[in-house]
């Protein structure tokens, strides 16, 4: 039986660099979401020489609007969000220090670029599945930009939160090479 690949964060460069697309792999700390809103705001942020809402070294975004917790929960509902919709920020936040992202579906070749230029990686969160990670948050906090609601960005730890290698620090993507592959079969 295979061992479960659990990787606690902060991220470091030689862990990203070890994981390949495809890896499923658990991790366990603290993650930040964030939403489509949240990065407009950061990138004018950037823009406007204000400082970010956490440090982006070895963290990760997670591309999730929580539902409300039930009582005596930290949270409710937590998929991920099409990814895509990041991609027009993504790469801006990755020139400041962002490396690890999760959501859901292909990213832009800007954005797989930029995975690469920055040693970064893109899991892919399991969607349709929110409950189930939901279920692997013990602490949520909203830490900026309360007044977006859903789409404020969230410090969450989590326990081992399942995710797969969608692109690699390579530049290798695993949806693309999917396809591909049962293109050929």
Known sequence: ME???IITTPFTDEIIRSLKAGDLVYI???????RDAAHKRMCEYLDEGRPMPF???GAAIYYAGPCPPKPGKPIGSVGPTTSGRMDLYAPRLMEEGLKVMIGKGFRSPEVVNSIVKHNGIYFAAIGGAAALMGKCVESAEVIAYDELGTEAVRRLVVN???VI????SQGRDAYKEGREHFAEA
Do not use: M, R
Request: hydrophobic share 40%; aromatic share 10%.
């Open 3 to 5: 061992t479960k690949n």
């Open 28 to 34: 366990s700390g603290v993650v930040y979401t964030a």
């Open 55 to 57: 440090d982006f070294t």
């Open 160 to 162: 081992e939160l399942p």
């Open 165 to 168: 290698v969608a692109v690699d």
